[in-house]
Nanobody, 125 residues
Framework: QVQLVESGGGLVQAGGSLRLSCAAS????????MAWFLRQPGKEREFVAA????????YYADSVKGRFTISRDNAQNTMYLQMNSLKPEDTAVYSC??????????????????WGQGTQVTVSS
C-alpha cells in the first residue's frame, strides 16, 4: 500500500519561501511519476509541478515557473517543493500525488493513483 505524507506548510509573508516535503512509503521502487497539486476553497484541484521518479524530468504549471522547484531524493523516498517569491494567491492546501504505471501525462488529477492528505500554505500580504 502506498502512503504519502506531506509536511512543511505554514504561514509566510508575501515574498517569502517555504519547502514542502512528501514522504512516500510502500512500493517506492514502482513510482513512475509524482506531483504536487493545490486546492483553493471552492475551486478544483490544480496542477503545480511533477517529476519523473527515475529520470528526474520536471514539469511545471506556468503560474509557478521560475518560483517553485520540484525535486526528489530517491534514497529517502521523499519529494520536495521549494517555493520562493510566494504570493498571496499561492495560498492553498498542497497535496502530493503518485502514479505507478508509465504515462506520458503529468498534469491531470486522473493521472495519479495515490494522494496525500495535504498541507496548508498561507501567504499573507
Amino acid at each position: 500500500q502506498v502512503q504519502l505524507v506531506e509536511s512543511g506548510g505554514g504561514l509566510v509573508q508575501a515574498g517569502g519561501s517555504l519547502r514542502l516535503s512528501c514522504a512516500a512509503s510502500g512500493r517506492t521502487s514502482s513510482y513512475y511519476r509524482m506531483a504536487w497539486f493545490l486546492r483553493q476553497p471552492g475551486k478544483e484541484r490544480e496542477f503545480v509541478a511533477a517529476i519523473s521518479w527515475s529520470t528526474g524530468t520536471t514539469y511545471y504549471a506556468d503560474s509557478v515557473k521560475g518560483r517553485f522547484t520540484i525535486s526528489r531524493d530517491n534514497a529517502q523516498n521523499t519529494m520536495y517543493l521549494q517555493m520562493n517569491s510566494l504570493k498571496p494567491e499561492d495560498t492553498a492546501v498542497y497535496s502530493c500525488a503518485a502514479r505507478i504505471a508509465p504515462t506520458a501525462q503529468s498534469v491531470g488529477t486522473t493521472v495519479y493513483n495515490y494522494w496525500g492528505q495535504g498541507t496548508q500554505v498561507t501567504v499573507s500580504s
